[in-house]
């Protein structure tokens, strides 16, 4: 090879290789946004498709939800429905990891904001939940405590780590059984352990990082297993029947200390939430009970958000029974709350 020939090959080589570099790197960019958006992605739940809501939202009239993650089979239908009758809005479910996503429209949480919080945002109570204890029903404790049920003292024995209580009352348990909590603070353990009197750090087993869904799983893995959790996880939405591997344990309802044979309802989730619906909330005793509430910043620019809380509002009561709810009382559910958004909302 002559030197003319062998510069004339370099000047190639130094060609080809800064693009296939640049084509190599941009393959294994995209690789780590697929398996991001497979991952950690939001759901299109219009759609059925994840997507991302950065790319979504340079389309217009989107709308970008995010919070509690047992609400999202609710939220899921009420998007499902107003997009049959307002077909031009790309409503997007961005799943909560350790914190909010950066950019949202609409917050769902399930447990009620301190002051601060609610001084810069509006607040619609769309819905109640309730959190009931439950056992792996392969456990020899859901076999003898779905008969003998659990009343208040009991479950603070079971859950709570307490210094001060007295330890001559404590019942004896001989049954071996294991308690299962979530790690990260969030709206179940927040709303049950406050309602004993405690803080989420007071409670007792094993912490399972993730969702409710995560807490669930982990349940269902160990024979022993107790835990907690709300109606909309521990039944499902089509038979109404405690979820398969799942016994609810019965409380003492009425808080006389025992448990009567007419206090063992959790057979079907409709029965469940008659009962609950019916009494009145200083008539139910051991059973937390707590607002789902979605929330919007204070003058925000996003019209389309707000045209759907107001379509939730109108519509989404029917819903609620199907997914595991009760209905929110009256005086804190106020269907014209929103209206006042139409004066300020760009059109």
Do not use: C
């Not at 790309?90 to 609610?118: C, F, H, M, W």
């Not at 439950?134 to 009343?151: D, P, Q, T, W």
């Not at 990082?209 to 907690?228: F, I, N, Q």
């Amino acid at each position: 090879m002559n030197l003319n020939t062998f510069h004339h090959s370099l000047l190639i080589l130094a060609l080809i290789i800064p693009a296939s570099l640049t084509w190599a790197q941009e393959t294994v960019t995209t690789g780590e946004v697929v398996a991001t958006e497979q991952t950690e992605s939001p759901a299109d739940v219009s759609g059925g498709v994840p997507a991302s809501a950065d790319v979504i939202r340079g389309k217009q009239k989107v709308v970008v939800i995010t919070g509690v993650r047992f609400a999202y089979p609710l939220v899921q239908k009420w998007i499902e429905d107003y997009n049959k009758v307002t077909p031009d809005v790309q409503l997007v479910i961005e799943s909560r990891g350790s914190s909010d996503p950066a950019n949202y429209d609409i917050l769902i949480e399930a447990y009620e904001p301190n002051e601060a919080t609610k001084r810069s945002r509006d607040y619609v109570y769309i819905a109640r939940y309730a959190i009931l204890p439950i056992a792996n029903n392969k456990s020899e404790f859901a076999k003898v405590y779905s008969s003998k049920g659990l009343n208040k003292d009991l479950i603070s024995q079971l859950f709570f780590h307490d210094i001060f209580s007295n330890k001559k009352k404590e019942q004896a348990i001989k049954i071996p059984y294991t308690i299962y909590t979530r790690l990260q603070k969030a709206g179940s353990p927040i709303i049950f352990t406050k309602y004993f009197g405690y803080e989420q750090k007071d409670v007792k087993g094993k912490a399972i990082a993730g969702a409710d869904e995560h807490l669930l799983k982990a349940l269902l893995r160990d024979s022993t297993g107790v835990s907690y959790l709300p109606l909309s996880l521990i039944y499902d939405h089509t038979s109404k029947k405690p979820v398969d591997g799942i016994t609810v344990l019965p409380v003492d309802l009425n808080g006389n200390g025992k448990i009567s044979e007419d206090e063992k309802f959790y057979g079907e989730l409709t029965t469940v939430i008659q009962h609950l619906e019916q009494k009145p909330a200083k008539e139910i005793n051991n059973i937390p009970v707590e607002y789902i509430n979605l929330s919007i910043e204070k003058n925000s620019g996003n019209a389309e958000a707000i045209e759907f809380l107001k379509w939730v509002i109108q519509n989404g009561q029917k819903d609620l029974h199907d997914f595991g709810y009760i209905k929110p009382e009256p005086s804190r559910f106020e269907s014209e709350k929103f209206e006042w958004f139409d004066s300020k909302s760009p059109k």
